[in-house]
């Protein structure tokens, strides 16, 4: 196996921590694996051998050796520093808690807040090492405010008419919720700082989760190393038998990597391999016993082995458990200057609201609003931005963007945005919500019966009127679905490869669920040739719109933790991040929202999702 070890500064001791093992399946050619016990590091004759190495494997997709451990880095996750006798010794919800930094009386809209979380054991121990996923959100869900008692003020006066009901008020907005993601840094010491940027005026507070301790992410590490067979596939094979039968067998199935686990499924003459002949992976399923090869008709999900130990069980156990700590209610004041910024968007987020539960627009002053965009200068939505944290907030259920300037569409905006144009969708089930969205939203936009499963697709809709046509289908295997052909099951790259792009053609995509199980190393193969598809769409036709959907949260268990989902969007993001795309966040609009979690957002969530992807499609 072939090891990287980068030293790296973290706090104020000195790190060691070893490479994803994304180049461990070309490692053969190595003399040695690299030492990773050696304090030394990389030594000068290693680091040309890792560069050699990158350079004549990764050379198709533009990957070097800086590259490669800047990805390292991002997916690193801080291990416990001693070995776990016992379940007590692991990070305790119940006795961990945060306080709020030099809480003050009042704060001002875009200031920040800082809080500490320290860890502590069963034992009510202050931990000393890091490696807890721990999620954090400042929210707001009531309404106390003066005279006004459901309205929320704002910095901007309206020239109300004499004797009217808000005369005393200077403007209001509606506050029912609100919500804001939170940034989390492990000091690996066992506290760990959050950071929440404030948006909004009004009231808040703070709340924070431990997803994981650290001991329960060990538990995740060793399975997705070790045991990425727990989550296997059907394979169901039909061909003609004896006086004109049909025969037919279930086999299982799984990805073909010949470690991780994954090489349970056997050795030699044991499988019938099938090799994309593009992408050059290999899907593998049992070999049948009256049946070829080639008669595999069907894919379907198979079912999930849950190998976990007693001591495993228990530690995944405190799993998305809630933290105790200052309750204490943030009082934010406007200011001149972000506040003045942050109210003007929501002051149209208001607006966008009241729009939707009335079914129609009220004219409403926006010389203000236009000339605060102006002045704070948010940029117009175009390929490559950068997404900040917090990425947006959400107020009374609408989601305000700090990524670029984005709109709040109307039914008939949607379908004037999506006029002329031809939009690929492939991914997963919840890319699948974004075109049901568009099928429920736009009127004239009619889904044809294509006679396949539901679930994997393809499936596609059309708008004669606009000249919109619509395709969704699955990102491939592996998929966690029902029987559905094998023909129908197509890779992404594949598809990118087929589409000749445009102005008027939008592609977007997500890929990540149904790959928590496996190895990182397989799934950043799988991403970098999707990368090289992007790459060559874009080059030959540069004018193509092509959007990233985010992993978002949902998932907390041992087949698909958030955890898992978190290490494959550093990946995604990593691989995207120079390529000229959009990048659709979704993971933080997921987290920071009220509504329970699933893996399947809510509508309100897909609505706000929706809004900043038409924005990309149709900047303004």
Same mark, same amino acid.
């Given at each position: ?40 590091? #990389? +030594? %000068?004759?290693? *680091? =040309?051998?890792?560069? $050699? /190495? #990158? +350079? %004549?494997?990764? *050379? =198709?997709?533009?990957? $070097? /050796? ?555």
């Amino acid at each position: 196996m072939c090891l990287l070890v980068v030293w790296s500064y973290m706090g104020n001791g000195r790190k060691k921590h070893p490479s994803p093992n994304i180049l461990s399946q070309h490692c053969a050619g190595l003399q040695k694996p690299l030492n990773s016990s050696s304090p030394a590091g #990389i +030594n %000068s004759k290693d *680091s =040309e051998k890792s560069q $050699s /190495l #990158i +350079n %004549s494997i990764y *050379s =198709e997709f533009g990957i $070097s /050796l800086e590259d490669y451990l800047r990805l390292q880095e991002a997916v690193h996750w801080a291990d416990p520093d001693r070995s776990i006798t016992n379940v007590s010794m692991s990070t305790s919800p119940a006795h961990t808690t945060f306080i709020i930094e030099n809480l003050k009386k009042s704060y001002q809209t875009g200031e920040k807040l800082f809080v500490t979380v320290h860890a502590k054991d069963f034992y009510n121990k202050s931990k000393s090492y890091g490696g807890d996923f721990f999620q954090a959100k400042l929210f707001w869900n009531n309404t106390k405010v003066s005279d006004c008692k459901h309205y929320l003020p704002v910095v901007f006066t309206v020239n109300s008419a004499p004797g009217s009901d808000r005369e005393s008020c200077t403007e209001y907005v509606p506050l029912s919720q609100a919500s804001v993601f939170g940034d989390v840094k492990d000091m690996l010491n066992g506290s760990y700082s959050v950071c929440f940027l404030l948006p909004w005026v009004g009231e808040a507070q703070v709340a924070v989760r431990l997803i994981h301790s650290s001991e329960a992410v060990q538990v995740l590490k060793r399975h997705r190393d070790t045991d990425s067979d727990r989550v296997y596939f059907n394979g169901y094979y039909e061909g003609p038998g004896p006086s004109k039968t049909r025969l037919s067998e279930t086999v299982m199935c799984n990805v073909k990597w010949d470690k991780n686990g994954l090489e349970h499924m056997g050795t030699g003459d044991c499988c019938c391999e099938y090799k994309d002949p593009h992408t050059e992976e290999i899907w593998r399923c049992q070999r049948p016993k009256s049946l070829p090869c080639s008669a595999l008709v069907y894919h379907s999900m198979g079912g999930y082995r849950n190998r976990l130990t007693e001591k495993e069980k228990k530690l995944m156990k405190q799993t998305n458990k809630d933290i105790n700590g200052d309750k204490s209610i943030i009082k934010i004041f406007s200011s001149k200057t972000i506040g003045m910024l942050v109210n003007s968007l929501t002051q149209k987020n208001s607006t966008a609201q009241r729009c939707r539960d009335a079914g129609k627009c009220v004219a409403q002053k926006r010389g203000t609003d236009v000339l605060t965009l102006r002045q704070y200068k948010i940029k117009k939505c175009h390929p490559g931005l950068h997404t900040p944290v917090p990425a947006g907030f959400y107020l009374n259920d609408v989601w305000t963007s700090f990524v670029c300037s984005t709109r709040h569409f109307t039914t008939q905006m949607t379908s004037e945005c999506l006029k002329d144009k031809q939009i690929y969708m492939m991914g997963d089930s919840t890319m699948r919500q974004w075109f049901e969205f568009f099928v429920k939203e736009v009127p004239n936009l009619k889904q044809m019966d294509l006679h396949v499963q539901y679930q994997s697709g393809p499936l596609l809709a059309v708008d004669v009127e606009n000249n919109i046509d619509l395709h969704w289908r699955a990102h491939g295997l592996p998929l966690r679905t029902e029987k559905t052909a094998v023909a129908d099951l197509h890779y992404i790259s594949n598809e990118i490869n087929g589409l000749a792009g445009g102005p008027h053609m939008v592609i977007m995509f997500n890929l990540g669920p149904h790959f928590t199980t496996y190895p990182l190393d397989f799934y950043t193969h799988r991403v970098l040739i999707i990368r090289t598809a992007v790459l060559a769409l874009l080059q030959r036709a540069p004018d193509t719109t092509v959007i990233i959907k985010t992993v978002n949260t949902g998932y907390k268990d041992i087949f698909g933790s958030d955890w898992y989902s978190l290490q494959l969007d550093k990946i995604l993001r990593w691989a995207f991040q120079d390529v000229g795309v959009y990048i659709l966040d979704v993971w933080q609009m997921t987290a920071c929202h009220y509504s329970k979690e699933n893996i399947h957002p809510c509508p309100v969530i897909i609505k706000n999702e929706i809004d900043i992807l038409l924005s990309f499609i149709c900047p303004v």
